[in-house]
């Protein structure tokens, strides 16, 4: 059974940067598909950002388009966001997500195969 372990996030003020990871056991790691998505208190999960396989593709929601990178490490089989110039509305839990489908693990159909356990961000005005 794969499993996704998230570290880092926090709390941190406006204009702050953090960077979360995910590794990966158990699985071929260069064979999933990579994403974050996110989670604020009343407000449905939405993604964030992915990378394909082997990190040539990445993609990301307009509102952290040149605020985060998502990165990968295929030996390491890790996959890391960093978010910079962080907003109070960044503020929610994120979660990372395998699946073989690069268009699945984006959210845009079918059901993810993994997920991580989650880990609080909290941007303070």
């Known amino acids: 059974q794969v499993q996704l372990v998230q570290s880092g996030g926090g709390l941190v003020q406006a204009g702050g940067s953090l960077r979360l990871s995910c590794v990966v056991s158990?699985?071929?790691?260069?064979?999933?598909?990579m994403g974050w998505f996110r989670q604020a208190p009343g407000k449905e999960r939405e993604f964030v950002a992915a990378?394909?396989?082997?990190?040539?593709?990445?993609v990301y929601v307009d509102s952290v388009k040149g605020r985060f990178a998502i990165s990968r490490d295929n030996a390491k089989k890790t996959v890391d966001l960093q978010m910079n110039s962080l907003k109070p509305e960044d503020t929610a839990v994120y979660f990372c997500?395998?699946?073989?489908?690069?268009?699945?693990?984006?959210?845009?159909?079918?059901?993810?195969?993994?997920w991580g356990q989650g880990t609080q961000v909290t941007v303070s005005s």
């Open positions: 990378i394909d396989w082997y990190g040539g593709s990445t």
């Open positions: 997500a395998a699946d073989p489908n690069f268009r699945t693990v984006q959210g845009i159909f079918g059901q993810i195969a993994y």
């Open positions: 158990r699985g071929t790691f260069s064979s999933y598909a």
